[in-house]
């Protein structure tokens, strides 16, 4: 592997990011399974970076998924996408940014779409006007969350309290980058370090101490594949398609892998349960499994948030062992506790796959 | 615990793995079969292939994927009619082949 | 006082013969031994039947002793062959003769085992014990001398073989060249001993004998006992089975490795496969070269002409295919799916029309066909108009005979639907297979040639006689295997001037496209194919005419002139009327 | 009559041009920015079809313009038309008065990093053809280390929208076809594939070359795009590519993979050829008049092209091109 | 034909932006079957369905929205980064399976019937919650690779939010707030303009009729579908 070259193309796939004033749009996944990390997200940017971050209550889901699970049509989901734009205008913001990578890819490939053909924006226009009684509009800058955390990664490593490095033997973490496909694939110059050599989350690696581990199906799509895992006869696919994944990285041994879009790591993740469940096999030392972080997750880890307040425990692959190596002191007693340390019980044991 | 589905087994032909004795004992006796251009005419003009999924194109490279099963699955459909090697812009003995494949 | 008239030089004479003979007896009991049930039982039959008893006489004599069919091949090789064994042969009876009207001899009185044991050689060696007759001894001499001229010649052929109408001659190897050398002394040495009387001689002379006859079951002389029995194998209708068992057994021990086949095999066109052909096929055989003969089975071309100018009359072409089916094969053919194809049939014909899977590359049969019957008015349908089954000839010539029943009963079937009184076919491949192993009664099988024979000569179709000079080439599965040499005639004679090749019909050379042979490579059959053409083109004509899809498509590579079929021509003209 | 004919480019294009114009009378001079003549001929080991010494051609052609101007490591900075033809200032401040300009600057490789999914020069066994042939010549290559599988890629930076570059390179099928019977030679051991999409055999021997790579030297053709080139644990090369005869996807690994880079126009005469006023062509060639009868005119009076500037050629379409500009370039001067 | 689009389908076809945009010509160089993670695991092929959209032969493109084929893809869209004709074989997908619901062939294959199964969850989480997944719907016993702790999850939903900082149905912003009526009456309304509605209808008029033939409640029709599965069929190895 030459560094040199990978750098190059890291510099030519770069894009201007507006240092503050954003429209932050939630992710409908990221909701429901990783709730703690769009709380981090804000959380840092507000709080530790001072950035200005507006979330209008009246937005909605994208439809980005009902989309590309074809239950609606393309001008449904523009105009869904038209309206919230709208929310932007009128909340008197231009940069826009959203949670989730389906999203994204929605909201790119719609510009893009508008940009080509005129008279579909001008269908969409109307659309929005004769639903919603909104003025149409366009942001200035569209952007995803974990841009920002990319654009701020450097901030973020200045108040980092425990890096991406093993405290016993002091060597780097090896992590695992995952992108979200429709991050870069469809418009690679909309992405950090184009389509083939993100950058977005191998910057944030680098710059909080991980090691990258480039292994031969990095590229690879988690296996969502929207309608097959909603129906539950299809889940195969995706099942196979992280099984792929995790039989090429297994060589490398990574200690954990982050990931930028919103289904991603609870595929990546409760794949691993459902292999081992199968097929008696797991991923990473120990038997515990490789975790799956969302890259908030990690920035919050590395800068010290509790790992319980993150939202950790709603991992099905056991986050311990990686808080051990990185020296990340935690409460076991919190981790299924609610607010005021209400217990909520313990979910079960998996039979294969170890849990703490 | 049933999930209701399982994992799928991988198409890719996986080159490095297959096994490919049946082809490279082929290419002793029948060096020609490197030769093929992949023309189709072999399955065009095939008189089995009129009924059914024969291609000599197709079990050539099934051989050299190391598929060998399917590749003796469609030979049984072959007629020896010898039509291919007729057609065969190469020249090759696609009948001797055929021939020595079910050996 | 009893006397035995003996000199102990007899001895390697009396051993050798007690060998051949006991060799011969075990070989022959093993040959009928090994003949299947239902064979042998025809082999008994065909003895006591007239007309297989009197072809048995007739063959025996004119082949093995007057080899009437060397001496029509070439009268310098049938003379050669004929002073060597009929003079022998002439010699043997003489002496017998003489054996009889010499005794007793003075002062000698042989009986019982002594008598019998001295019959063994004393015709042999009379001269070294009595005087004969002047009578005798001029025939004896007669004969030796001509045996002696016989010999001369096959020296000669050996060093120029164009003496005697013949390229190539069988290379043979250490056994056969040393009993050849053996054959050839043998009666120089006799005529020295004999006129001479030198000791030294009569038992050069005992020795050679002895040399010949315990070689003789190893090598290419064995023919000599081999042949009288195969000729009655042959006349009770038997088929080989099995390539080195039985009636194949027995044709393998007849050939004599003359080496006629070799000029006349196609595929010798290439000095590298003079070496494929069946003369070297049987010896590899007889040497139990499994590897080799399997080899040279598979190359064949099955076109038949090795069996056509064999003086033996040796069906190397049947051998080679029981050779093929004793190939083993680990994959069997499946052609259930042919269960699933419709045989209904919108209307009834009374001539049905196959084209064949060869015709179906060459669709301008099947214009000129389709044309000539509309002008002849015919009621008649094309079988295989959207793709066809194959016949199962091809699936055939493999050696895998039962796997082509699956294409025969569907054919068959699709036949019988059809309601036709006549099937007519284009492709003699098919020909072959329709006539030998379809059973189609009540409809009448023809090729292409005989039905528009047919209908030229009862009138349903006039063709107009151009100028143009046409050759005609005999397909081998046409003319070889049925005869058929006198229908293409008349109609290519009707329709215009017909020049001969240079060989013709029975003798006429494959084209080189073959389904028979499976080794063959493109380069060597374009050979095989330049030199048909040639032969073809002997006498200029215009045009080459053929009978066989297969032969059409073949010839047309390399042609200089147009190659058509013999439809085409027909179709060509009943245009121009 | 001598008048001076300005030949940029000392490539085989320049080099044949200025030998056939000084044999018919004129005084060309080549300008060539490298520091010898040749090109990227001279960079080549062997030919296709027949496995020739590209040196023999070279040297050949270096012996015939032994006798001819040769400005090398210079480069035209400055081109202005005059009344009497033009006024060319060169980087060493020279300057040439000239009839007629000839425009024999060839091509660039394409960068093949470009071509992302391919890793040059990120995974280390990854080559280009280019560097395949100085393997060749000189015998070394760190990244060839007697590999027992060896792949080449075709049409790279050829027939692919994505980095711009539509047209078909004409020449890589059978340099790649050379090139994998060449390692075969090197390794007859090792396995040899090519991944192409049309095998584009349109010279006399070329269809003779292929059969033979596939019969004598046993390299596998595989109809097929790679489409992603990754690196595994021990540093060698996993692909993946669609075999598309057998409409299965197919994956491999590959101690060393070749890439076959396409042609570009050399984009160091862009300031000339703007000053020239000779455009270029949708695909990044210089534009000629129509590509039959008015192939060296490049529509501007007095400025001519040949070889590889206006498309993808083969060395004999070169040198083919060479000579009848040469003819172009007098018929010119005469008729002034 | 018994399916319920009249009217010409290449032409329907070629009307929808996505093949404007992701159908230019294919060279069949492979790229994107190389690259599918549908094309590892299923009898599907991206290539061949470029192939056959760009025949614009009425019978084919029928065939082809009966099939499953259509059905496999995961719209990942790695196929769209490499192709070097800059094709899109994702967008064509997604164009194919409009048409295919359209005009109703999409109910003569397996995985076409499925879509009732996604347009049911989908489109009423939208419509009702303004979400596309909403976690009070999504159960553990249809998704038990949500694990334990996924089960845990669920039966301490409101709890579990709470202490995660979501505002869990609440008004004003933050996580799985309650998307305030307004929004959703005007999410109804894109609907119903765009054609989401009708489409959404048809697709549940379909599954009824469908259900009432094999004589199944709706509910017992959803799990069928939802669970059927006929593995060997739509595996390529």
């Known amino acids: 592997m030459i560094i040199e070259g990978k750098q190059k193309i890291w510099a030519d796939y770069q894009k201007d990011i507006p240092d503050d004033h954003y429209f932050y749009v939630r992710s409908c996944i990221r909701q429901a399974f990783w709730p703690g990390s769009e709380v981090t997200f804000l959380d840092i940017t507000r709080n530790k970076l001072g950035k200005d971050f507006y979330e209008n209550a009246y937005h909605t889901t994208c439809g980005g998924i009902a989309y590309h699970s074809d239950t609606i049509p393309q001008e449904t989901a523009m105009t869904i996408i038209a309206r919230q734009f709208a929310l932007m205008k009128e909340s008197g913001y231009e940069n826009y940014v959203c949670s989730c990578i389906t999203s994204f890819g929605c909201y790119t490939e719609t510009l893009e779409t508008w940009h080509e053909y005129p008279e579909l924006e001008a269908k969409i226009r109307q659309y929005l006007w004769d639903s919603c009684k909104k003025e149409f509009a366009k942001p200035k800058y569209l952007a995803h969350a974990s841009d920002i955390i990319y654009k701020f990664r450097f901030e973020i490593a200045k108040q980092m309290k425990f890096p991406l490095v093993n405290v016993k033997t002091g060597k780097p973490l090896k992590v695992v980058e995952h992108i979200g496909c429709h991050y870069s694939k469809m418009f690679p110059s909309k992405g950090f370090g184009g389509a083939e050599y993100p950058h977005v989350l191998v910057g944030m690696i680098e710059a909080w101490g991980g090691e990258v581990v480039d292994y031969p199906e990095r590229r690879h799509c988690c296996g969502f594949g929207f309608r097959q895992y909603f129906v539950q006869a299809n889940r195969g696919y995706s099942e196979s398609n992280t099984h792929k994944k995790f039989e090429s990285m297994e060589p490398y041994e990574p200690d954990l892998i982050i990931t930028n879009c919103p289904g991603c790591p609870y595929f990546l993740d409760r794949w691993q349960y459902v292999i081992a469940e199968q097929t008696g096999k797991t991923y990473g030392k120990n038997g515990y499994g490789i975790p799956a972080l969302t890259y908030e997750e990690v920035a919050g880890l590395v800068m010290g948030y509790d790992p319980w307040d993150l939202g950790l425990q709603m991992h099905q692959v056991a986050i311990e062992p990686l808080l051990e190596k990185m020296g990340i002191p935690y409460d076991p007693k919190r981790k299924y506790q609610g607010l005021n340390g209400k217990d909520l019980g313990q979910p079960m044991c998996p039979s294969c796959i170890k849990s703490v | 615990m049933e999930f209701g589905f399982c994992l799928s087994p991988s198409s890719h032909v996986k080159m490095d793995t297959i096994d490919l004795t049946t082809f490279n004992r082929l290419k002793e006796t029948n060096p020609d079969v490197n030769t093929c251009i992949a023309c189709g005419s072999c399955t065009a003009t095939c008189t089995a292939g009129n009924f059914t999924e024969m291609s000599f194109r197709q079990l050539l490279l099934m051989l050299q994927r190391g598929k060998e099963d399917e590749a003796k699955k469609m030979i049984q459909r072959c007629m020896l009619c010898g039509k291919c090697t007729l057609v065969c812009p190469r020249g090759i003995n696609i009948r001797k082949i055929l021939l020595d494949i079910t050996r | ?577 | 009559m001598k008048e001076n004919i300005l030949i940029i480019g000392g490539g085989a294009a320049g080099m044949e041009a200025a030998t056939q114009l000084k044999k018919l009378g004129l005084n060309p001079i080549i300008v060539e920015k490298s520091d010898k003549l040749g090109g990227h001929i001279a960079q080549w080991d062997r030919l296709f079809p027949a496995f020739h010494p590209a040196k023999d051609v070279v040297e050949q052609m270096l012996n015939n313009v032994k006798d001819i101007d040769v400005r090398l490591n210079t480069e035209v900075t400055d081109i202005q038309r005059n009344s009497d033809g033009f006024k060319a200032t060169l980087s060493n401040n020279d300057t040439i008065d000239a009839k007629a300009v000839i425009l024999a600057t060839g091509f660039d490789l394409f960068k093949a990093e470009r071509k992302q999914e391919y890793g040059y020069g990120i995974y280390n066994n990854v080559m280009t053809s280019l560097e395949l042939e100085r393997f060749f010549r000189t015998g070394k290559d760190d990244r060839i280390n007697n590999p027992k599988k060896i792949g080449f890629v075709h049409c790279v930076g050829a027939r692919d929208v994505k980095v711009g570059n539509t047209y078909c390179s004409k020449v890589c099928c059978t340099t790649a076809l050379k090139q994998a019977c060449e390692m075969k030679e090197v390794f007859p051991d090792a396995e040899v594939y090519t991944f192409y999409m049309d095998l584009r055999m349109f010279g006399p021997g070329y269809e003779d070359l292929y059969l033979k790579t596939q019969k004598d030297f046993d390299v596998k053709c595989i109809r097929g795009r790679v489409c992603e080139v990754s690196e595994d644990m021990d540093g060698r090369l996993v692909i993946k590519a669609e075999d598309t005869l057998f409409g299965k996807p197919l994956k491999m690994t590959l101690d060393v993979l070749i890439l076959m880079c396409s042609m570009e126009k050399a984009k160091s005469i862009d300031k000339i050829q703007q000053q020239l006023g000779v455009a270029n062509n949708s695909d990044g060639f210089m534009q000629n008049k129509d590509m039959y009868l008015g192939m060296n005119d490049s529509k501007q009076d007095g400025v001519f092209v040949a070889g590889t500037c206006t498309a993808p050629k083969s060395l004999p379409d070169t040198i083919g091109e060479a000579r009848s500009v040469a003819v172009e370039v007098f018929n010119y001067i005469n008729n002034r | 034909m018994e399916y319920r689009f009249k009217g010409h389908l290449v032409e329907e076809l070629y009307k929808d932006y996505r093949i404007k945009e992701g159908m230019k010509a294919c060279m069949n160089c492979g790229v994107c079957t190389a690259v599918c993670p549908a094309a590892e695991f299923y009898k599907y092929n991206p290539k061949n369905i470029i192939n056959i959209v760009a025949r614009k032969n009425e019978q084919d493109l029928e065939d082809l929205l009966k099939s499953d084929t259509i059905w496999y893809c995961g719209e990942c869209m790695s196929c769209v980064t490499r192709c070097p004709r800059a094709n899109a074989p994702g967008l064509v997908i997604m164009s194919l399976r409009k048409l295919s619901m359209k005009s109703g062939l999409y109910m003569l294959s397996e995985k076409g019937r499925q879509q009732y199964v996604v347009v049911k969850d989908l489109c009423s989480n939208i419509l009702n919650y303004g979400y596309c997944v909403y976690p009070r719907t999504f159960a553990y016993e249809t998704h038990k690779e949500y694990g334990p702790v996924g089960k845990w999850i669920n039966d301490n939903l409101d709890d579990l939010h709470a202490r995660m900082g979501s505002n869990l149905d609440g008004d004003g912003p933050g996580g799985l707030r309650k998307i305030p009526k307004e929004s959703l009456d005007q999410l109804k309304n894109i609907f119903d303009v765009t054609g989401a509605t009708e489409l959404m209808e048809q697709v549940l008029g379909d599954a009824h009729n469908e259900a009432v033939k094999e004589n199944l409640t709706d509910e017992e029709y959803f799990m069928k579908v939802y669970t059927e599965n006929d593995w060997e069929k739509h595996l390529n190895h």
Request: some cysteine; proline content about 5%; hydrophobic content about 40%.
């Open chain 3, 1 to 577: 006082m009893n006397q035995y008239i003996f000199h102990p030089f007899v001895l390697p004479f009396v051993l050798g013969m007690a060998f051949v003979l006991t060799y011969c007896v075990v070989g022959l009991l093993r040959i009928i031994g090994q003949l299947p049930k239902d064979d042998r039982k025809k082999f008994w039959r065909s003895l006591v039947t007239p007309k297989t008893a009197w072809a048995n006489i007739r063959d025996l004599f004119g082949d093995c002793l007057f080899h009437v069919k060397i001496w029509k091949r070439n009268p310098v090789l049938g003379y050669m062959h004929s002073a060597i064994a009929f003079g022998w042969f002439m010699i043997i009876v003489i002496g017998h003769v003489m054996l009889f009207t010499l005794k007793p001899l003075e002062g000698v009185d042989v009986q019982g085992f002594a008598r019998t044991f001295t019959n063994f050689y004393y015709p042999i060696f009379y001269k070294h014990f009595a005087t004969e007759t002047p009578t005798f001894a001029f025939l004896m001499d007669f004969f030796l001398l001509m045996i002696i001229s016989g010999i001369l010649i096959a020296v000669v052929k050996k060093i120029y073989s164009k003496i005697v109408g013949v390229k190539r001659i069988t290379k043979f190897g250490f056994a056969d060249n040393m009993i050849r050398f053996a054959l050839w002394t043998i009666f120089p040495f006799r005529l020295i001993a004999e006129k001479s009387n030198i000791m030294a001689f009569w038992w050069l002379y005992s020795i050679d004998l002895m040399i010949f006859m315990c070689m003789l079951p190893f090598t290419r002389y064995m023919h000599i006992p081999t042949e009288a029995l195969f000729i009655l194998l042959r006349h009770a209708g038997l088929k080989p089975r099995e390539p080195r068992k039985g009636y194949a057994l027995a044709q393998i021990y007849s050939c004599p490795s003359c080496g006629l086949c070799i000029d006349a095999c196609p595929m010798s066109v290439n000095d590298k496969n003079s070496g494929n052909t069946s003369a070297y096929f049987m010896k590899k055989l007889r040497n139990a070269n499994d590897e080799e003969a399997k080899r040279i089975a598979e190359t064949c071309m099955q076109c038949g002409k090795c069996v056509a100018v064999c003086p033996v009359s040796i069906e190397s072409c049947d051998i080679k295919m029981s050779q093929r089916e004793a190939t083993p094969y680990t994959i069997n053919s499946d052609h259930s799916y042919l269960d699933s194809i419709s045989t209904e049939v919108e209307k009834s014909p009374s001539v049905l029309y196959f084209a064949g899977c060869m015709t179906q590359l060459t669709p301008k049969i099947m214009r000129s066909m389709k044309k000539i019957m509309d002008a002849a008015g015919e009621n008649y349908e094309f079988l295989d108009k959207d793709g066809g089954i194959c016949c199962g000839r091809p699936m055939m010539l493999s050696g895998k005979k039962a796997e082509a029943r699956a294409m025969i009963e569907k054919n068959t079937e699709l036949i019988k639907k059809s309601g036709a009184k006549k099937l007519v076919l284009s492709c003699p491949i098919c020909y072959k297979v329709f006539k030998e192993e379809y059973n189609l009664e009540g409809i009448e099988i023809q090729h292409h040639t005989q039905y528009i024979e047919e209908l030229i000569k009862c009138g349903k179709i006039y063709v107009e006689r151009r100028d143009t000079k046409y050759v005609y080439h005999d397909p081998c599965e046409l003319g070889r295997a049925f005869g058929i040499y006198d229908e293409p005639r008349y109609v290519v004679h009707s329709v215009g001037q017909i020049v001969d090749a240079k060989s013709e019909k029975e003798l006429s050379i494959c084209c080189g496209g073959s389904l028979g042979s499976f080794n063959l490579t493109q380069q060597e059959r374009d050979e095989i194919t330049a030199n048909s053409v040639n032969d073809l083109m002997f006498n200029n004509p215009d045009e080459i005419v053929t009978a066989c899809p297969l032969c059409l498509k073949t010839f047309s590579k390399k042609s200089p002139v147009k190659v058509k079929d013999i439809a085409e021509i027909v179709g060509e003209q009943i245009e121009n009327c």
